[in-house]
């Protein structure tokens, strides 16, 4: 069952620009993360954001957290052509990790 | 090097045919789990282990079986594959709730 749905499917952009890819989710949760898919190979962790913190830097990634609109935002700021990946949020609750049909971002140089 | 490694990374077999695929990590987390993953399905979890000798189902557990004797392995089997079960299929692993997990490489596997 997919409990995170992002938006948009899909975002291309030009390197330097910055790239915003939001996750909302149906029920309670203990935490969300992001994590990075590179074509075919496994998921790697970006950043995990509590239920109760609403904001959370890591290098040029932020993420925030809206529970009450149980929704997340992933920011990725001056975007490289490295960043090319599919990005998926997950949601936990504290058995397993539910995640999202992902972004796929396209970042051109 | 802190990793989940999986095995095999492809793997082609007829149907009926059982097959494992291993996991092993080196990190000592307690939590392991097997997710596939499937174009327009996303990522679905179909067993996950909270610690040796305790596993629990995930959403697609219907053709899979798990053991996990010791905390390090946590191996995939497919008693009878049928090519529904063609997929690319993750490990991952974790210190519990509230850590992020720690993914292995991936396995495609194709059942004709």
């Known amino acids: 069952s997919q409990q995170g749905e992002e938006d948009p499917q899909a975002l291309s952009i030009q390197e330097g620009e910055n790239a915003t890819m939001n996750c909302s989710y149906k029920?309670?949760?203990?935490?969300l993360q992001w994590y990075r898919q590179n074509s075919g190979r496994g998921l790697v962790h970006l950043i995990l954001?509590?239920?109760?913190?609403r904001e959370k830097h890591s290098g040029r990634l932020r993420v925030t957290l809206d529970t009450s609109k149980k929704s997340s935002s992933l920011l990725i700021t001056a975007s490289r052509a490295a960043d090319t990946a599919s990005y998926f949020c997950?949601?936990?609750?504290?058995?397993?990790?539910?995640f999202g049909a992902g972004t796929i971002l396209r970042v051109k140089s | 090097e802190a990793q989940v490694t999986q095995n095999p990374r492809y793997l082609i077999t007829v149907t009926g045919k059982k097959l494992t695929v291993t996991c092993s990590q080196n990190?000592?987390?307690?939590?392991m789990s097997w997710y596939r993953q499937d174009p327009g399905l996303g990522l679905r979890q179909i067993y996950y282990?909270?610690?040796?000798?305790?596993?629990d189902k995930g959403d697609v557990p219907e053709g899979y079986k798990v053991s996990r004797k010791e905390k390090r392995n946590f191996p995939l089997i497919l008693e009878s594959p049928s090519p529904n079960q063609t997929s690319l299929y993750f490990c991952?692993?974790?210190f519990g709730g509230g850590w992020g997990y720690t993914f292995g490489s991936g396995t495609r596997l194709t059942v004709v």
């Open positions: 997950a949601t936990d609750n504290g058995n397993k990790l539910v």
């Open positions: 282990s909270m610690n040796v000798e305790v596993t």
């Open positions: 991952a692993s974790s």
């Open positions: 029920t309670s949760i203990n935490n």
């Open positions: 990190m000592n987390h307690e939590y």
């Open positions: 954001i509590r239920s109760n913190e």
